[in-house]
């Protein structure tokens, strides 16, 4: 803590205009400025920015940060991939639904 009021000290007199000096007193992190578009790991609880690279499902470049905010839901591939073994049979069922209702559809 000591330290931490050494560097806003330092912060508060340099002359520089560009405000917040220091990683840990600014609000970037991973690249993302703002802090609400933080989520949390649907498998182990960590936090994680569904905008940044690492995050799953992947999406391909050039996807918008909407929808990485709208489907992302774990911060790693390991725990997407236990998730989907413990639920195996959840999510064997929604795959099947979801394809059933796909063919259907493209019948129609």
């Given amino acids: 803590m000591k330290q931490a009021i050494h560097y806003n ?3 508060s007199d340099s002359n520089s205009n560009r405000g917040d000096l220091f990683p840990h007193e600014s609000n970037f992190v991973l690249g993302v400025w703002n802090m609400s578009t933080s989520r949390t790991c649907k ?25 990485k ?21 959840a999510f064997a069922h929604l ?9 259907k559809e493209d019948n129609q």
């Fill in 43 to 67: 498998y182990c609880g960590k936090k994680y920015y569904p905008k940044s690279y690492y995050s799953y499902p992947q999406f391909e470049y050039g996807t918008s940060d909407d929808d």
């Fill in 9 to 11: 000290e330092i912060a």
């Fill in 69 to 89: 905010m709208e489907f992302a839901r774990f911060h790693s591939l390991g725990c997407m991939t236990q998730w989907i073994r413990e639920n195996k049979q």
């Fill in 95 to 103: 795959i099947d639904t979801v394809s059933e209702n796909v063919i």
